[in-house]
């Protein structure tokens, strides 16, 4: 019995508190509206900075964004610049070998017509040799034949003087012979006369 009776005071103390504790959270209008706007105004002061930030984050967001299309707008512009240097880059090494092979071709011509004026020299100077050889040939031959004339001309001009000498010693001993027949004569005239 004494455990019901306790029983029932806890069920009633427990009534009267939920009673007691809903009349307390009773608030009246003017506290609940000034506690509203207080509420209102710290949640306002509150959030103030996080709007700040926030707007701040969305100005940043919209700079990224606009930075981003302007990276990429460059990146495009960097892109089309590559490939136009590259294809540069490919033109002018299509150039670059073309001029290799034009250098080489002419090198290629320079040293055959290097080596065709060496054969040609050569020859010029084998033809000069030749010449020359001739033409020291052509001397002495044409000294010997001169040579020759001249011991000719000078047999004939000696054989000419032996003539001349000759008929003048006929002439000479012819003379004689007259001379001597004469003497002859006059001599036998003499005897004759004796």
Known sequence: M?????KDHAAMSNQDKTSIGAAALEIPDAVAAALSGWVQQVAEQTAAPVREALADLEADAAALRESGAS???E???ALAASSEHA???ERLNTELRDARQVATEALVSKAKDQLAIDGKDRQLADLRAQLERN???QASESDARLRAEMELVGAT???D???GELKTLRTQLDKSYAERSAL???LESLRAKK
């Open 135 to 137: 033409v020291a040939a």
């Open 71 to 73: 990276l990429a707008a």
């Open 184 to 186: 002859r004569a006059e």
């Open 157 to 159: 001009t000696a054989r």
């Open 87 to 89: 294809a540069e880059i």
């Open 2 to 6: 004494k455990k019901a009776a306790m």
């Open 161 to 163: 003087n032996f003539e």
């Open 75 to 77: 990146r495009d512009q």
